[in-house]
Every structure is written in structure tokens, then in C-alpha cells.
């Protein structure tokens, strides 16, 4: 081997290392709540191979991650709890009571204060995240279930499935200030980044309802066609963002696709074919990739988010339902 | 005269109904027994929902009653009233009219049991 052969060798070894290695910088981890086997699947997002199955109780579903990147938060409806998991380690560390069956919860931008829906209550539960102590019971409409804060931590907007509404509460004052009716079974509610409108789902009514954050009033309702799609099987559940806000994913249930909306017109700009019964979707930390959990094929499509393509499956537990990820 | 309401105004009525009713008077008393509950994964809204002891015909009141809608849909939970713990049949009618079968689910009484897709035998298509 001649001495530039050697070299140009050596170059590509380096150069394959510092892929490796910044591959390896970028892998982050994705945790998975599997209604049905009472775990989180946790997923390496560099080899897509589920690394841990965490025991954690019984139907495991709302699950987030706290800001700090420490501990993952989940929901254990049948326990009346939620379980705290260290990000890190993969081990339940703690276990706090919640009131009865914690659907989704959240967490304020701060970190310090936990919003739980507890779906048989018709409550929104507040807890403090350091001691566990329940702060305050919100009573609110029936069978709640969305749970989304805003961004200044200043409102929580829950959904009540049954009551079909969706409740603003003050964060200082523990006050409803606003019950505002949307379409049939609101799921999931989410703030847009800069505070100023909220995003709810309506499962049945298979609409999405914009409303303005501080006139509490529905500036747009946005509704879905898919070509040979029933319309009843179009049921809206979870919505993420695209990191710059210009996009959200609209995971439509039994209609087995993502719904992609365009945020500045509300219009729908494609259909993304996932796994069957898609609840929940979650970005990667660089908002290039969405993974989509799904209920019925008990699996994670992997979707690339700037071609709008589906890229793979990847196993998981029974009836996976949220997903949180941590960079 | 009546005085006609419009579907829009009932929406509401409804709608402040329920919230009335669980901010005051809806809530489970402290220290209930737990419900016994089907916990429904067959994929499809079931509209009607009966059990017989196993291998029986006498099926027993429809338990969809139970719930506000008087269905229960794919991955909810509908309460199970007046069924001791047991093995049962269960029939299910499902929104579309179809029927199906499930043999010898075993029902315990204040826990959960769940039904899939794999567990449905003799379905008869609307």
C-alpha cells in the first residue's frame, strides 16, 4: 500500500468515527405508553429497537416529559396514579395518587406544578411535582381529558369528553374563566408557541376548533375528506407542531392517518398513511422526524416530516397510546 | 303554542346540564365498591352489549343502558351492572347492526375485562 493510499484510509476511518459519533451525539430516546400491557417501551431512536420495557402500572397513557429532560410523567388509569420515571436510569422511582383515572396530564413551563385530568371525576387535578401534595381540585365537565398549558404557565385549558367543552382555568386563581362548546368529544387541546390560540380535537365530531386564548372565541373549525375514507371513521385525537409553528399533525384515529394542516390558513395540505389507530404523535428534538403511536397495529410509524413520508413500523407493547421524548 | 328550541340552543342546554351535573351532583360517593367494567378493544362502537351464563341463551339486559350514550366505543369502558362474578357469553351488536359472539368471558365482579377483535366468533354482517 502506497504511503497516499494509507492516508486517504486513514481519512476515511475518521471520517466514518465522526459519523458515528455525531450520529451517536444525536440519538435521543422515545418513550412509549402501551395502554394494554401496563408498560413503556422504550425506544433508541439511532437503532429504532425497543432497549427497555419498563413495568409501570396499570393502562399507562398521558405520559410527557418534565422540562428539565429528568423524569418522565405518566398516567395510570387504572391505578388512580401517576408514575415517575428517571429519564435516565429507565426505574420508576416514584408513584404519586392523582384522584381517579388520570387520563392526560401536563406540566407548567416551570416545571413545578403537574395538571392531571381525572376522567371519572369530572375534575382537573393540581398538583405541586416536588412533594406530590394535591394543590387543588377543579371540578369541570364530564369525563375530562385534554390538558394543555399555556405557554406564560398563566392558563390551563382542559377538555371534558362527555360535556363536549372546552374549560379555561386560571393557574393563580383555580377559576374557570371560560366553558366554550366545540364539537362532540374534545380529546386533546394544545396552545400554539406564542400563547395566542388554542387547538382542540373533537373525536366524533371530527373537527378541529381554533379558539382565540383571550376572547375565547372559535376563529376556525377545521374538518377532513379523505378519498375513500368513511367520514365516521375521521376522529382527531392528538395534535403536535412543526417546530417553526407553520404545521401541525393531526392524528385521526380510525381513519389510520395523519392529517397535515397548514397553521396560516387552516387548510389541509396531505394525508400521512401511519399504523391503524393512531392517538398520539411526538417530534424528534431537531423537528425532523415524527413518530406516531398506534393503537390497533400495537407499533410506532416513523414519518419524515419534510417529505411527509411514512420511512418505517416499529414494534412496540399492546395498544400503544402517547409518546414523550427525551433529547 | 310550544315554543320550539333550536338544535343549537339544546346543544347548550345539554351541554351546561352535564357540567352542572358534575360540578354538583355526579360525583362517586367516597369509599364505592369498584364497578365492574368491559373494557371494549374489539376496533368497533358496540351498541348492545348482553351476557348469558356460558352456554346458555338467557341473555341478561342490555349493559350498553349503562353508559351515557348507550354505547361503548373502541378502547372505552362501559360499567357492568348486577352480574356476579363468573363465565359468561357475551353478544355484541355493534353500530353498523352486525352481530358477534364471545364465549366464556370470565367476569369478576369490581374488576375489568377486556374483548378484542381475536375473541369475536359467529359474527353475522348487517
Known amino acids: 500500500m502506497t504511503k497516499i493510499s494509507k492516508i486517504l484510509l486513514f481519512g476515511l476511518a475518521l471520517l466514518s468515527f465522526g459519523i458515528a459519533a455525531a450520529a451517536e451525539a444525536n440519538a435521543y430516546v422515545i418513550f412509549v405508553s402501551n395502554e394494554k400491557d401496563d408498560t413503556v417501551s422504550v425506544v433508541d431512536s439511532a437503532s429504532l429497537k425497543v432497549i427497555k420495557t419498563i413495568d409501570v402500572g396499570h393502562r399507562p397513557r398521558g405520559i410527557i416529559i418534565t422540562p428539565d429532560h429528568k423524569t418522565i410523567v405518566v398516567c395510570l388509569g387504572d391505578d388512580g396514579q401517576i408514575a415517575m420515571i428517571d429519564a435516565n436510569t429507565f426505574k420508576v422511582t416514584r408513584k404519586l395518587d392523582s384522584g381517579s383515572d388520570p387520563e392526560l396530564l401536563n406540566i407548567s413551563p416551570d ?26 381540585e377543579v371540578p369541570i365537565g364530564v369525563e375530562p381529558e385534554g390538558m394543555a398549558v399555556s405557554p406564560d404557565g ?42 395566542s390560540k388554542v387547538w382542540v380535537t373533537s373525536e366524533v365530531g371530527g373537527s378541529v376548533s381554533i379558539i382565540d386564548a383571550k376572547t375565547y372565541k372559535i376563529l376556525n373549525v377545521i374538518r377532513f375528506a379523505i ?39 387552516y387548510n389541509v395540505i396531505d394525508y400521512v398513511l401511519v399504523g391503524q389507530r393512531p392517538w398520539h404523535t411526538e417530534l424528534s428534538p431537531d423537528g425532523s422526524t415524527l413518530y406516531s403511536a398506534n393503537g390497533e397495529t400495537n407499533d410506532i410509524t416513523v414519518v419524515d416530516v419534510a417529505s411527509l413520508r411514512p420511512l418505517k413500523s416499529v414494534p412496540v407493547g399492546r395498544l400503544p397510546w402517547g409518546l414523550a421524548i427525551r433529547p | 303554542m310550544p315554543r320550539m328550541i333550536s338544535k343549537s340552543k339544546a346543544k347548550t342546554l345539554l351541554a351546561i346540564l352535564s357540567l352542572a351535573c358534575a360540578t354538583g351532583f355526579c360525583l362517586s360517593p367516597a369509599g364505592a365498591a369498584p364497578k365492574t367494567k368491559f373494557w371494549n378493544t374489539t376496533g368497533d362502537t358496540i351498541v348492545k352489549f348482553e351476557l348469558a351464563p356460558a352456554g346458555t341463551t338467557n341473555w341478561g339486559p342490555d349493559q350498553c343502558k349503562n353508559d351515557r350514550d348507550d354505547s361503548v366505543d373502541d378502547d372505552e369502558r362501559l360499567t357492568i351492572t348486577n352480574v356476579p362474578t ?24 369490581g374488576k375489568i375485562f377486556s374483548l378484542e377483535k381475536k375473541d369475536l366468533t359467529n359474527c353475522t354482517k348487517p
Open chain 1, 111 to 136: 416545571g413545578k406544578i403537574l395538571y392531571v385530568a381525572n376522567e371519572d371525576d369530572s375534575l382537573v387535578t393540581i398538583m405541586d411535582f416536588a412533594t406530590g401534595n394535591t394543590i387543588e
Open chain 1, 154 to 195: 398563566r392558563i390551563v385549558v382542559a377538555t371534558s369528553e362527555s360535556t363536549s367543552m372546552a374549560h379555561f382555568i386560571d393557574t393563580k386563581t383555580y377559576k374557570v374563566l371560560a366553558n366554550i362548546l366545540v364539537d362532540s368529544r374534545p380529546r386533546y387541546a394544545v396552545f400554539t408557541a406564542d400563547g
Open chain 1, 227 to 265: 378519498p375513500g375514507v368513511r367520514p365516521e371513521l375521521i376522529s382527531p385525537v392528538g395534535i403536535t407542531f412543526t417546530k417553526d409553528g407553520k404545521r401541525a399533525f393531526i392524528s385521526l384515529g380510525k381513519a389510520n392517518r395523519l392529517a397535515v394542516v397548514d397553521t396560516s390558513n
Open chain 2, 86 to 109: 363468573g363465565t359468561y357469553d357475551a353478544r355484541m351488536t355493534y353500530k353498523d347492526g352486525g352481530v358477534c359472539l364471545a364465549k366464556s368471558v370470565k367476569v369478576v365482579e
